[in-house]
């Protein structure tokens, strides 16, 4: 086997590894957050600037969307070869899906919580005071708009990698399925988001941290499983 291949090969227990440690830190983007579920007014809110739990969820984050990328690093190359197209466009997706949620992190961890929220915790100046009130008040409109092109870039992912798997068999089919019906669930929730829980209600939470970690596991063992001699022009 060539020195390519080796890595290649490598590489793909690399991206298993990955996606399996980003279904567990899955669980705790999602449970942990039940942690502090009863902070509703918005002097609880604040306080929330030095709660350890609330941050350290925060920097996890960072990992698990370093996890994800690196897995489906992995599942473009396995697919780079027979459908070209859908593979990069995937990759490109949660490229996107990852930046941004990567800005979305660093604004609540050093914007919000580090400057907004420490310094209306901490100045005496009723001015200032007033101020940091009006920024933190815009903080959910920002967070939405950042979420919207999260989901964005998530759903797209999900959908072309399911269009470069679909023509499979085995574990394989059933990733396929699985990322099919998770771009679907992404395109329900930024449809939701648009038109309002009026008309379309919210899905489960408990999706968060059931199917979602279910697929992550599901991709590790696949990519775990990928022959010695993948379908990858690093192998060649």
Do not use: C
Not at 97 to 102: G, K, L, M
Not at 118 to 144: C, F, K, Q, V
């Amino acid at each position: 086997m060539s020195q390519a291949r080796q890595f290649t090969a490598s590489f793909y227990k690399v991206a298993g590894i990955s996606s399996i440690g980003s279904g567990l830190t899955t669980f705790a983007v999602h449970l942990v957050p039940l942690a502090w579920n009863n902070v509703t007014t918005f002097e609880q809110q604040v306080g929330l600037r030095s709660h350890p739990l609330y941050l350290s969820r925060l920097w996890m984050v960072y990992l698990h969307l370093l996890l994800v990328v690196i897995a489906m690093v992995g599942v473009a190359l396995r697919k780079i070869r027979v459908a070209p197209g859908p593979a990069v466009l995937g990759l490109i997706g949660y490229v996107f899906f990852a930046f941004t949620e990567s800005i979305r992190v660093s604004l609540a961890l050093f914007t919000l919580n580090a400057s907004w929220r420490a310094t209306y915790a901490s100045t005496a100046d009723e001015a200032i005071r007033a101020s940091m009130h009006t920024l933190l008040l815009g903080w959910p409109g920002i967070n939405d708009a950042l979420f919207v092109l999260f989901s964005l870039g998530f759903a797209a992912g999900n959908l072309f990698f399911s269009l470069a798997t679909w023509k499979s068999w085995g574990i394989e089919r059933v990733v396929s399925f699985a990322l099919l019906i998770w771009s679907l669930i992404g395109a329900y929730g930024i449809a939701q988001g648009y038109v309002g829980p009026s008309w379309l209600p919210p899905l489960p939470e408990w999706l968060s941290y059931t199917f979602q970690p279910a697929v992550r596991f599901l991709i590790g063992a696949w990519l775990l499983r990928t022959p010695s001699e993948p379908a990858s022009p690093l192998a060649s």
